[in-house]
């Protein structure tokens, strides 16, 4: 029909084309498309965030609290799989460190309002402004793991933890703030503290995060697949335990 249509208005036979006959059709599904997988980035990153930064904002008030520092990170770690593109590994992380800052540090901004006179909103709005600078190690840790990552999770987790670390023990923070602190309040688990710093804390935590969130990831491969990153995940906190118990009981009282 389009080149009988076509043949008739410009006086010569024209060869039916059908992609030419179906390209306006394709181009609003397209947008559909475009448009739904967006949408479902947006939806399913803002719920792992939000599930992180709550657990975190639990992790850091301490006493049995601490026993989320190997899962609080899983549910923004599962969805940050699931990003292939610079663009939204970026958007990703700068979300989570706006949760992390919220969750943590929202006390900050509130004190940074009363002592400028601004008000407690406007502190806030400043805090979450200075969000992805006061939490490099966020950022670094997604854009490193995406980097080596394409192919091989395992080797990018790895890398990203390693990054994480790095920019926490060498970038200076605000706050001075590193994810191990949080396992002060175990005495079992903070005695490997003397072995590894709080920033080997750290880098266990995540690698029990990262081990629980590749687990999920691989459920549709059946449970076998599942049992690797799930070790790893049970590992970081039996050796914790485990050193925390030698440590306690060479100890002199």
């Not at 008030?61 to 970026?90: C, D, I, K, M, N």
Request: glycine share 12%; hydrophobic share 50%.
């Amino acid at each position: 029909p389009c080149g009988a249509a076509r043949a008739g208005t410009q006086g010569y036979a024209h060869p039916p084309n059908r992609h030419s006959c179906r390209a306006p059709f394709l181009k609003p599904r397209s947008a559909v498309a475009s448009l739904y997988s967006s949408s479902r980035f947006t939806v399913r990153t803002l719920l792992g965030v939000i599930a992180s930064g709550l657990m975190l904002g639990v992790y850091v008030r301490g006493e049995w609290a601490y026993l989320l520092g190997f899962v609080a990170l899983v549910p923004w770690l599962y969805t940050l799989s699931a990003q292939h593109t610079w663009a939204r590994v970026v958007g990703s992380a700068c979300l989570m460190a706006l949760a992390y800052t919220v969750a943590v540090f929202w006390w900050f901004g509130v004190a940074v309002g009363d002592y400028t006179q601004l008000g407690a909103v406007p502190g806030l709005l400043v805090l979450l402004l200075l969000a992805p600078v006061a939490q490099p190690q966020i950022l670094a840790f997604a854009l490193v793991r995406h980097a080596f990552g394409q192919g091989h999770p395992v080797r990018g987790a790895l890398a990203g933890a390693c990054a994480w670390v790095a920019v926490e023990r060498l970038v200076p923070k605000l706050l001075s703030d590193i994810l191990g602190y949080g396992l002060y309040p175990s005495p079992l688990l903070r005695q490997a503290a003397d072995a590894v710093g709080s920033a080997g804390l750290g880098f266990l935590l995540l690698l029990a995060n990262i081990g629980v969130a590749l687990a999920m990831g691989r459920r549709r491969q059946g449970w076998r697949a599942t049992l690797p990153p799930l070790g790893l995940a049970a590992l970081v906190p039996l050796l914790l335990v485990g050193y925390g118990l030698l440590r306690t009981s060479t100890a002199p009282t």
